[in-house]
């Protein structure tokens, strides 16, 4: 959800409020050795960390046409509203699975985000955008393996 307000001919201030999922996923294959036989081994391990993200862009016009290129940037901080862990392994054609509620992440989450679009006739827009995140998403920052949320968006947007 967003809001544009006019400041100027060229300049807006957008307000909005997302919904967002980001994560990773690790996987991984290997042998493991148990009293002199060899396993074939597959492991995969998903985090999902889904936030509430608030930003305040300022957009800037480039032309007065009726497609409009513009650029966008500006702060925004998210909360971590649901995160969760999932592993597979399969072990020499048997596979588990299990998951469990991740307890290793930040709740905040703070970044800035630039980009650039195309307004068609106001009511359809087309964005491209990069989110930079200045704090890890793990709790555990005395790791080597600190790890940040990347994001790179193409946004197609409707506006009432």
């Known amino acids: 959800f967003m809001v544009d307000y006019k400041l100027a001919k060229f300049i807006s201030i ?4 997302s919904y967002s999922q980001k994560g990773a996923k690790f996987s991984g294959t290997g042998t493991l050795e148990f009293e002199g ?3 074939p081994l597959e492991a995969d391990m998903v985090w ?12 800037i016009s480039l032309t007065k046409s009726n497609i409009k290129p513009y650029i966008i940037g500006g702060p925004g901080v998210g909360y ?6 999932n592993v597979k392994v399969t072990l020499d054609d048997e ?12 709740k905040w989450d703070y970044h800035v ?5 195309f307004d068609f006739s106001g009511s359809v827009r087309l964005e491209f955008r990069y989110y930079h995140f200045f ?3 793990t709790k ?3 790791s080597e393996y600190n790890l940040f949320n990347n994001v790179k968006s193409i946004n197609l947007v409707f506006c009432f």
Do not use: H, R, W
């Not at 957008?14 to 409020?17: D, F, K, S, W």
């Not at 936030?51 to 957009?59: A, G, N, Q, R, S």
């Not at 971590?80 to 862990?85: D, Q």
């Not at 596979?95 to 930040?106: G, I, K, L, P, Q």
């Open 14 to 17: 957008q307000p909005e409020a």
């Open 48 to 59: 999902q960390l889904d936030y509430v993200d608030l930003m305040l862009l300022i957009k």
């Open 37 to 39: 036989d060899f396993y």
């Open 140 to 142: 555990e920052t005395e």
């Open 135 to 137: 704090k890890s998403a």
């Open 95 to 106: 596979t588990d699975t299990e998951s469990s509620d991740a307890d290793m992440f930040n």
């Open 80 to 85: 971590l509203v649901y995160s969760k862990l």
């Open 113 to 117: 985000n630039a980009g650039c679009g």
